[in-house]
Structures are given as structure tokens and as C-alpha cells.
């Protein structure tokens, strides 16, 4: 019985192709019913206007918002259990969404990320995938990020992707390592109570929310950190538009660095050495 009420939350500017593959694969590989919450940063390409032909929720602002009040937004919107909070510039795996729901309550965690090309198992395992990504997205990317070439840099880094997914399922079913993978965060809606929403003054979110779990659970011991689930694995283009020149945060005089809300040195005692 697909028993569990999960709800995606997106933000999105332009990238109408990688919108479209994102969306295609959503929709085909999670297992579970979900609401999909669209939070669109007044995109002018066609990308606003495709989420609202599909069955799903957009949120239409009027200007391009940092990453963690989107994410509130997405949270106000959200009737799910579980809040999955997504790039859109990732390809998902056949039931990710089980495989890391069953990982989280197999582990006791409240909050989880997959794994992807940022880390996996070890150092060496994750410097190995993170040049096989460099070496077939770097010349691939001279001919732009239509949705051919999208297709051909996944499909020439992991052939069959089902395979290469569940493989992974088999061989690290329910592990998991502490830290963090930012382009997919499950939590589950009890965890709210406990770490509060995203802090919106701080763009580097996933970092800032590891830190917020690590210290609650060294201070109240009722939550673990953030941990990777080994066995659920998310494709992530990563970097995708480094080359577009986003508008400025309409939040930004809102926004602090990482530094000034939690100083170098709890940072250092509190993060992964690798994170």
C-alpha cells in the first residue's frame, strides 16, 4: 500500500529543458503519491508556464528569491509527512523516495539526503565519479544544455540507469554516513518541531541545516544530524547554469554568511572533515 504522503518542494528559474526532464522522471520513478510544490522565480523562458499545464502546485513570485525562502514557502504550501526538498537540475532513481523513507525509519533519522556525484561511500569512491562526471560534462557542455544533450551526458555516465541505481540499493542497503548531499533533503515533518523551518537569512542552506541537527542532537540528544543514505542515489548536474547570470535576490539584504551566524570554529568541530 503506497501509504506515505510525500511532498516535493522545487525551486526554479528558467531551464525549461532540465524543468522538463526533471519533471518526466519525478513523475516516472517515485513510488509513493506526492504533491509537487513549484516555487517559480519569475521565470521568462516557459518554464512558469509548463508546472502549471502539469498537477502540480506553483507558487509564482515576483522576482528571484534566495534558495531557503523559497523552501519556507514550499513548507506553508506542504501537506505531506515527509518534505523532500529537490534541484531541479537532478534526475532521481527508481523510488528514491521509498528507498530513503525506508532508510530513514530503518536508521532513526528525521532528516536524510541521498548520495550523488558530491559523495558516496569514501573519499576515494566519490573523487573516482566526480572526474568521470568533469571529464564527459565539461566538452559535452560546449554545445549548450539543451534536452539532447542533457540526456547524453546521463546516459554516457551510467548506460542503464535503473541498473546502475539498484545496484547501488543492493550493495549499500539501509547504510549510511554522516553528512550531507544538498540537491535532494528529506524531512520528516516531526523534525520541524525540534530544528525549526530553513533559517532564511542564510543562502548555504544544506550546510546550515547540518550544523542546526548536529547541535540539537549534542544538546537534547532527540535528533540525529543529517545523514547520507548510501543505498539511494540522485543524479545532479551540478553547477548547471554557472554560466547564467541569475538576477539578484530580491531577499538580498536579508542574507548572512555562514561565518557570521555560526564562527569557523564551530563549524570546523561540527562538519564532516569531507563536507
Not at 209 to 218: A, G, Q
Not at 240 to 261: C, G, V
Request: aromatic share 12%; net charge neutral; charged share 30%.
Amino acid at each position: 500500500m503506497k501509504t506515505k504522503k510525500v511532498s516535493v518542494i522545487t525551486a526554479i528559474y528558467n531551464q525549461l529543458p532540465m524543468n522538463k526532464i526533471f519533471y518526466e522522471n519525478l513523475v516516472k520513478n517515485t513510488f509513493y503519491d506526492f504533491e509537487l510544490i513549484i516555487i517559480d522565480n519569475n521565470s521568462n523562458d516557459g518554464s512558469r508556464e509548463f508546472f502549471k499545464s502539469c498537477d502540480v502546485i506553483v507558487i509564482e513570485n515576483d522576482g528571484n528569491y534566495s534558495y531557503p525562502f523559497c523552501q519556507n514557502q514550499g513548507i506553508d504550501a506542504a501537506s505531506g509527512e515527509y518534505l523532500c526538498f529537490l534541484n531541479n537540475d537532478i534526475i532521481v532513481s527508481k523510488d528514491w523516495d521509498k528507498n530513503l523513507i525506508e532508510s530513514m525509519e530503518a536508521n532513526e533519522l528525521e532528516v536524510a539526503t541521498s548520495c550523488g556525484i558530491e559523495r558516496i561511500e569514501t573519499k576515494e569512491a566519490t573523487k573516482k565519479i566526480k572526474r568521470k562526471w568533469k571529464a564527459i560534462k565539461n566538452p559535452l557542455s560546449l554545445f549548450g544544455f539543451n534536452d539532447i544533450n542533457l540526456r547524453l551526458m546521463h546516459k554516457l555516465m551510467y548506460g542503464n540507469w535503473d541498473q546502475y541505481t539498484q545496484a547501488r540499493k543492493t550493495e549499500f542497503d539501509r547504510q549510511i554516513l554522516e553528512g550531507f548531499v544538498g540537491n535532494t533533503v528529506v524531512i520528516k515533518d516531526s523534525a520541524l518541531e525540534k530544528i525549526g523551518r530553513w533559517d532564511d537569512r542564510i543562502q548555504a542552506a544544506d550546510f546550515d541545516l547540518f550544523l542546526r541537527t548536529k547541535e540539537r542532537h549534542l544538546t537534547h540528544g532527540d535528533i540525529k544530524p543529517v545523514h547520507i543514505a548510501l543505498d539511494t542515489f540522485n543524479h545532479h548536474y551540478i553547477r548547471l547554469t554557472a554560466k547564467i547570470k541569475y538576477p539578484p535576490f530580491k531577499d538580498k539584504n536579508n542574507l548572512i554568511s555562514l561565518d557570521e551566524k555560526w564562527g569557523k570554529e564551530t563549524q570546523s568541530k561540527y562538519l564532516p572533515s569531507d563536507a
